[in-house]
């Protein structure tokens, strides 16, 4: 039988963890939890620029980047966001994060 710390067996289920096995049902369409629909990604897609940028970035592409971001990404959208939307913004203030949950701790 495998035997868990007293804290790890003092752990209730969450109101998160609730919401996710909703959502495994195929009756259920869900607005929340960070679940798109597994069908609209483009995984073709994703599959070429997956290999393009391991052709160009080697192992690098998956270590550890900044809190901040990807610079050549930060670099790209401060491009746009002057380009389409004429604000000149740069680089330092853009910041990328792997979801709200981060962007909230950044900002709080």
Do not use: W
């Not at 939890?33 to 994703?46: H, R, Y």
């Not at 192992?59 to 000149?88: H, N, S, W």
């Amino acid at each position: 039988m495998t035997k868990f710390s007293n804290f790890a067996n003092s752990l209730q289920s969450s109101d998160i963890a609730a919401l996710l096995a909703l959502t495994e049902k195929p009756e259920i369409i869900s607005f929340a939890g960070g679940l798109p629909a597994p069908e609209l990604f483009p995984i073709e897609e994703m599959k070429q620029v997956d290999a393009a940028i391991y052709a160009e970035e080697g192992r690098q592409a998956v270590q550890y980047g900044t809190t901040e971001g990807y610079v050549p990404l930060r670099e790209e959208i401060a491009r746009r966001m002057k380009d389409k939307f004429f604000v000149d913004c740069q680089p330092e203030h853009i910041v990328v994060t792997t979801g709200s949950q981060q962007a909230l701790f950044i900002l709080a």
